[in-house]
């Protein structure tokens, strides 16, 4: 038998919560973004659920090729564009959209041959500052792309740094406005919160939006809403067992560090469930973890294969009782992974990108 450890993608889930994200926008059309093995979840896993959505957005070209493998022919989009001249080829073969964001993309394009035109989506730096180009040199950028052959099409793009939290995003809508009013092309500026938290107003909307982490179940503002405020359900749990006992008295402590110290007598169980396997190691005691469905928690420090959970009071539970890391239980109890990483000092993003390799996954559909 492997290890007990297994993730179950819920596909009826990615479904929903497309379908959400669908709701919110509204008509716009809507980028599921699948960067990162699809948040973790496997790209060919979420394929069928996404079929719905207008386009894929990803990073990395191998991930647009495995979507063309799987039958995909409409849009997909490369969110940080081409790295190198030659990528210009594989998105002329796969007629694949770019994000422009250097003058170097550019330049590169101007040299490129190509049969077919390409769509590009140019990226304003409007305050976050990663990637794109100023308000001040935005307009310069799509001067240069327009006069390009190897271009028929350009849609203005930008990206929020506060979409989730309190500073919000109207100082950069504005300054993404103001420098692109008279231009013509497609608008997309929303993300998960953005588009969950302000796409209210039309601006916000655009004519694609980006939606990530919310088809996916996680709430992108956590604790400020949780996934069951925004109408989300988690589409991955990460499940596995109960392997060993441990009976405690006072002053026995727990793993490595000896970082849990009992101070009476209680009961430990030891899960086949460690950082090697994508669990966030900083958590210590306290992250919430499900046993049976019911709701505990970790002790001590989290190993490489393993942690400690605390059984203390859970009389039915041994070696064998199920343990739910995040999502749903067998007796349909949640544990948002969104909660196990704030335990964790991270967002629930990570937790579910970093679904390691070596953990089984089963598709649930
Ligand atoms: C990752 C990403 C998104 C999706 O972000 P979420 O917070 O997961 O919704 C949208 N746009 C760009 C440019 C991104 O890099």
Not at 30 to 44: F, L
Not at 190 to 195: D, G, H, I, T, V
Not at 208 to 215: A, S, T
Not at 230 to 253: C, F, K, N, Y
Request: net charge neutral.
């Amino acid at each position: 038998m492997p290890r007990p450890i297994l993730a179950t993608i819920h596909t009826s889930a990615l479904r929903h919560n497309l379908d959400v994200a669908r709701r919110r926008a509204q008509g716009a059309r809507v980028w599921a973004v699948v960067k990162a093995n699809a948040y973790g979840h496997g790209i060919e896993r979420v394929f069928d659920a996404f079929r719905a959505a207008d386009g894929f957005a990803l990073l990395d070209l191998a991930e647009a090729e495995q979507l063309r493998q799987l039958g995909w022919r409409g849009p997909i989009l490369l969110l940080e564009g081409v790295f190198e001249p030659r990528d210009l080829e594989i998105c002329s073969r796969l007629s694949l959209w770019h994000a422009v964001h250097t003058d170097a993309q550019i330049d590169w394009l101007s040299q490129h041959k190509t049969q077919v035109p390409h769509r590009v989506f140019l990226l304003m730096n409007s305050g976050m500052n990663r990637l794109g180009f100023t308000p001040a040199r935005y307009r310069a950028a799509w001067a240069r792309l327009n006069a390009l052959p190897q271009v028929d099409d350009i849609a203005l793009v930008t990206h929020f740094s506060d979409a989730d939290g309190d500073r919000g995003i109207a100082h950069q809508i504005d300054v993404f406005e103001a420098t692109t009013r008279d231009l013509p092309g497609e608008r997309s500026v929303a993300n998960s919160a953005a588009l969950l938290r302000h796409a209210d107003a039309a601006r916000v909307r655009g004519d694609w939006v980006r939606p990530g982490i919310m088809l996916y179940g996680s709430s992108p503002d956590y604790p400020a809403h949780d996934a069951t405020h925004w109408g989300l359900q988690p589409a991955m749990t990460l499940a596995s067992r109960v392997i060993g006992v441990q009976h405690l008295e006072a002053g026995d402590t727990v793993g490595y560090g000896s970082t849990f110290t009992a101070d009476g007598p209680m009961v430990v169980g030891t899960v086949a469930c460690g950082y090697a396997d994508g669990y966030p190691r900083h958590g210590g005691t306290g992250t919430p973890v499900l046993v049976n469905g019911v709701r505990t928690r970790t002790l001590g420090r989290v190993s490489m294969d393993m942690l400690a959970v605390d059984l203390t009071g859970l009389p039915q539970a041994g070696v064998g009782s199920e343990v739910t890391l995040w999502g749903r239980a067998g007796n349909g109890a949640l544990l948002p992974v969104e909660e196990v990483a704030t335990a964790a000092g991270t967002i629930g993003y990570e937790p579910l990108c970093a679904l390691a390799l070596r953990v089984p996954v089963r598709v649930e559909t």
